[in-house]
């Protein structure tokens, strides 16, 4: 069998409701209820509209022809949404793949950065630039931190990864962070902690905690 492939712009099969993925019937059972009590940016109503079409036949098609005996096949076409899981599989596999060939002979460390449930309606109300300060935040802590031979003494790598929801899919903006526990000093020489223990969670909140209100102080005013 030679199959030859055909791209044309043509509606695809139309996934029955019964069907479809786990993730689209969440939205379709609740989209339209959610966006009517929370206003969603256009971000997020791109992402919502993206993943309800994505391989459902609404955003057309690609067609197979076996060469030898005509038969088709349909695939409907998915919708490259960054947001979506329906279609970024093989992306994430790459990415993670390329991120591996990074990884240095040294422990890493999940670190997570919140804030308190008061200042959620003021980042709600400015998200740009808020997420943004959050990140900076983050990564300024753990790089100053570092840099004190206390902890390290060196330039760790960083992976930094915004959520804006909780584990109830409530609004709760906070920064996941994965540390290696080594990297590079002044003079270029590879440290690594010790014992597998990087910096008391203690010390990395009062540090971000002061950068934070600082910022936010600034920003007001």
Known sequence: MAPAALSAPLTGWEVPAMHRLKIQQVFDNAWKVYAASFSPSPVQMKAASSIMACKSGKLGCNVSVCADCGHMDFHNNSCRNRNCPN???????LWIDRRKAEVIDAPYFHVVFTIPAQLNPLVYANQALLYSLLHKCSAQTLLELSADRKFLGATPG???VLHTWGQELNF????HCIVSGGGL???GKLRICGNGFFIPAKVLASKFRGKLLASLDSLYK
């Open 87 to 93: 279609c970024q599989a093989l992306l994430k596999e």
């Open 172 to 175: 709760h903006p906070h920064i």
């Open 185 to 187: 000093s002044k003079d």
């Open 158 to 160: 960083i992976i930094q």
